[in-house]
């Protein structure tokens, strides 16, 4: 069999293998119907009474989902080849389910391959634009789906029939302490909100149904629209060699990039290990988060590539800011969830933008492109975009 051949294979198999792995992802984040089943006693098995029907629930959200994510990655594609660069088709990275440790989404995203040299700051700039903004049109008409066709209020019971009895106003009882310690305790999860969400809210959806942040995880559109656009902002992150830094080296130049870049990444660290230390919180591990939160300022900075001396110097300075800040207001809080995406950026990915071997100023267009492409990573991005906390009790 020839490479080439080869390669579509696996690359078909990787595409059905995803589609299956946010399939189920779906139906188990939206919908609560796991392949797994959990004894008392901690055994695993599978779950014989997932069915067909089950499956297809998930299906509401793998499809939009797959579909944004797919027109993300050809709009790279078709880009590379309008400006004559070989590329790969996409490679799908499937992430399964396992026992007691859910994928949420079932996927790590998707990759193109470039097979050949980029040598114009235009070819860097129209093949990192294109991705983001293409699924961000997607995304939009996604969600104007969504939120024009929400189902009424009681439709969250089907999940919580213990709700039904509070009616409309459910969420005014059950989303209070005392409620929760009733019920001896909940694993909440928050999905956050962005300006996207805000506006379709507002001037799209009817204001009855707009579902309570508690539980936008049952509406399987809504959510395959938001998780697309936090993939969205990670990949307009005006960083390295992301889709963001390549369209800031292309407005900026290389040494606005640089400017910005590092900038941005150690904003990205110091909101990420915020509150990490909070000497007011009541916990046995806060000393060893001091070491550790200092090590992570300082092995992701290294990939700013400073002297070992002056990294380790803002590592510290960095934690001393964030330590007096928690003092001073102690339930000012990050995100942790960042934590992932300043590592991969400072150890993998890199800062700084390699130079272009051809440099040519942007036109009018591409510049009109460029700054709103940086206006959709503002309205895509959400502080604390999934939020997973342990509530009160035990939750069996």
């Not at 595409?15 to 984040?29: K, M, S, V």
């Not at 119907?33 to 029907?53: E, P």
């Not at 994928?103 to 391959?113: D, F, H, Q, W």
């Not at 962005?194 to 959806?205: I, Q």
Request: aromatic share 16%; glycine share 8%.
């Amino acid at each position: 069999m020839k490479e080439e051949h080869r390669t579509i294979l696996i690359q078909i198999g990787l595409f059905l293998t995803t589609c299956i792995t946010t399939t189920l992802a779906g139906a188990e984040l939206c919908f609560g119907k796991s392949i797994y089943t959990y004894s008392t006693d901690g055994s695993v098995a599978f779950n014989s009474s997932f069915t067909w029907n089950d499956f297809m629930l998930g299906a509401q959200f793998s499809i939009p989902f797959l579909l944004i994510l797919t027109v993300h990655e050809f709009g790279h594609y078709f880009t590379a080849m309008y400006h004559k660069v070989k590329a790969s088709l996409p490679y799908y990275i499937p992430f399964p389910t396992f026992p007691y440790m859910p994928s949420l989404i079932g996927t790590m995203g998707a990759v193109i391959r470039i097979r050949s040299k980029v040598t114009s700051n235009l070819q860097h700039f129209d093949i990192g634009l294109a991705g983001p903004l293409a699924g961000f049109i997607v995304a939009l008409f996604t969600l104007w789906y969504g939120f024009s066709t929400l189902p009424s209020y009681d439709y969250v019971f089907q999940f919580h029939p213990e709700y039904a009895q509070y009616g409309e106003h459910y969420a005014d009882t059950v989303y209070t302490d005392a409620y929760i310690k009733s019920a001896g305790g909940a694993v909440e999860i928050l999905i956050g909100d962005n300006l996207v969400f805000e506006f379709f809210s507002r001037y799209v959806a009817d204001p009855e149904r707009v579902p309570n942040p508690h539980e936008m995880m049952h509406y399987p559109i809504l959510m395959a629209g938001f998780i697309a656009l936090f993939f969205t902002c990670l990949n307009l992150l005006p960083i390295g060699q992301l889709d963001g830094g390549h369209i800031i080296y292309g407005l900026f130049g290389r040494k606005g990039h640089r400017v910005i870049a590092t900038v941005f990444f150690i904003l990205l660290i110091f909101y990420s290990g915020l509150g990490a230390v909070n000497i007011h919180a009541d916990r046995d591990d806060v000393y060893w988060l001091i070491p550790l939160t200092l090590l992570f300022n300082y092995f992701c900075l290294k990939g700013i590539g400073w002297a070992k001396r002056d990294t380790l110097m803002y590592a510290f300075v960095i934690f001393a800011i964030q330590f007096l800040i928690t003092a001073v207001f102690p339930t000012v809080d990050g995100y942790r969830g960042w934590v992932v995406f300043a590592l991969l950026i400072g150890r993998f990915i890199g800062v700084h933008h390699p130079p272009s071997e051809i440099e040519q100023p942007l036109d009018t267009t591409r510049i009109i492109l460029g700054w709103l492409s940086l206006f959709i990573f503002v309205i895509c991005f959400s502080p604390k975009p999934i939020v997973i906390n342990i509530i009160g009790g035990v939750v069996e």
